[in-house]
């Protein structure tokens, strides 16, 4: 058994019941409660949708506080993509629990991730029995790429955005997953934004938003 993912919620903006649901996803050492910062920026241009940012299964390995989908002491791909592996039916059970809490299916679900939370979201999202609206992932990467031709059972679309000044997930991963994507058939969006580090700049929230919109049928 793995434990019950839970974190904070954003009811949606226009009040009453979510017809869509937004999951996002945090990295590595922060919890829900950094996520959820995205909600109050695109709750106004999708004010059906309830947002949820659970915090990651568990403690950081490697700081005194935060959360951790999987451990980066051994950053071999190897152990990452077991890592990876080994989350992702937790994320999955969350995801399921959450839709059929509000009667939702994965046609009105959209994940959203942040470094270690975009490798989850692009892992998890692209081997779901059904595609959801759309994946958006800053500053990630895509891991088991070399798998995911026999893999992948849904190809939402995706939006990856990177800048070009990171420091901690190269930014070259963002060509490198778009070329995999592109290659299993999936519809990528992409946008580098100049001299950003491990972030999310004012573009990339802007572009999210849109794409988002768009994903949703807004």
Known sequence: MFPDL??????????GKPRRLVVLLHGLGADGNDLIGLAPYWAPLLPEAEFVAPDAPFPCDMAPVGRQWFSLQDRSPAAILAGVRAAAPMLDAFIDAS?????????????????????MSLHVGLRRAKPCAGIVGYSGALIGADALGQEIRARPPVLLVHGDADEVVPPQALPQAVRALESAGVAVASLVSPGLG???DEAGLRRGGAFLREAFGL
């Open 198 to 200: 491990h972030g999310i």
């Open 99 to 119: 839709l059929a809490a509000r009667g939702l299916g994965d046609e009105a679900l959209a994940l959203v991730g942040f470094s270690q939370g975009t490798m």
């Open 6 to 15: 839970s974190g904070p919620a954003h009811k949606p903006a226009g009040g």
